[in-house]
């Protein structure tokens, strides 16, 4: 925000973040001062805006939460200031939970360890283009989980994390990441380098190019072809 009485304010919300706004409370109330009205378009009609609260400034290891746009809170520490990263490492009872990309200022990176294990409720899940890795058992037990889509970034999966999701019906990963494939539409997760299996359930075909698979990989009945 600027506070130039010769420049004109303009207001915004970005809609592919969950940050919304640009500009503190005490700046708009500056800006009302010079006789301006600060507006947002909500993507429908012009609003009047309000401004945010005072920026916060936090330090590595720093925790605080934020509520996505399905209403779901979710717990985050700050990875590293420096790069503007957090860790998502906690999150309400959801039946669909949507991890956002932003939050805060800050980079999604990491999917902690235990984020979600032994939640019942989850069935589906959303996993943003910003998360590199997932951690040992982040949705362990997840037995309502149904479908997951495995995205470009990421490039760490635990071989627990979805431990005991024995519900899975549908695996996919993006045509794209460099580290892990569902070839053939196998409906599992391969790596790629090794050719080995990490991820399967009871409707994966495993293709006759994989030459390995790991522990903790069957979730479920897991045909195993000879």
């Known amino acids: 925000c600027k506070n130039d009485s010769n420049s004109p304010y303009i207001i915004y919300?970005?809609?592919?973040?969950?940050?919304g706004n640009?500009?503190?409370k005490a700046q708009v109330a500056a800006i009302k001062a010079k006789g301006w009205k600060p507006l947002y378009y909500d993507g429908t009609d012009w609003k009047e805006y309000e401004g945010s609260e005072e920026e916060v400034v936090y330090s590595d290891g720093d925790t605080f939460s934020a509520t996505n746009s399905d209403g779901v809170t979710l717990h985050y520490e700050v990875k590293s200031t420096a790069n503007k990263t957090v860790y998502v490492y906690a999150a309400s009872e959801a039946t669909h939970l949507s991890i956002p990309p932003m939050v805060k200022g800050f980079t999604v990176?990491?999917?902690a360890t235990e984020f979600m294990e032994s939640n019942k409720t989850l069935q589906s899940l959303v996993i943003p283009y910003t998360v590199t890795k997932i951690g040992s058992e982040a949705f362990r037990s997840c037995t309502g989980l149904t479908t997951l889509y495995i995205p470009t970034s990421v490039t760490s999966i635990r071989p627990s994390s979805f431990e005991g999701c024995t519900n899975l019906r549908e695996v996919v990963v993006s045509d794209d990441n460099p580290v892990y494939d569902s070839r053939d539409n196998c409906n599992g997760i391969i790596e790629t380098a090794t050719n080995a299996l990490i991820l399967g359930n009871q409707y994966t075909v495993i293709p006759q190019s994989v030459t390995a698979i790991k522990s903790y990989t069957a979730q479920g009945d897991v045909v195993i072809p000879s």
């Open 22 to 24: 640009v500009c503190t």
């Open 13 to 19: 919300v970005a809609s592919s973040t969950e940050e």
């Open 109 to 111: 990176t990491d999917i």
